[in-house]
């Protein structure tokens, strides 16, 4: 499981560069699948920097629940586990709440 964890890091933390210079909106499923229109109300490039920065604790809770594994410590997989879903969490919460990825005006 640990292996699996450790591989999976890699293409998140891929993922996670590419968004944080505000590029590859493509890879954002949700975002991918407006029309145009609606595409041209958001900033793609604050919105891709965002999920970047989510994309970047999501690897980290993934590197402590791996580590936790490797060093059978349970308080690391915990502490992985509990941040993974706080960074979660909040995610939900500020992208669906506020428009705060709208342009203005």
Known sequence: MEAALLILIIPFLIFAAVLSKGKG???????NTL????KAQYNEAA???FIGKIM???SFSLLLLALGEIV???I??????VFFLTVVMFAL???NTGNRFKKTG
Request: glycine share 10%.
């Open 56 to 58: 970047y604790g999501i």
């Open 76 to 81: 690391l997989f915990l502490i992985g586990l």
């Open 72 to 74: 059978e410590k349970p």
């Open 47 to 49: 919105l891709c920097k």
């Open 93 to 95: 919460v500020y992208v």
């Open 25 to 31: 909106a493509f890879l954002l499923s949700g975002y």
């Open 35 to 38: 029309p145009d229109s609606e």
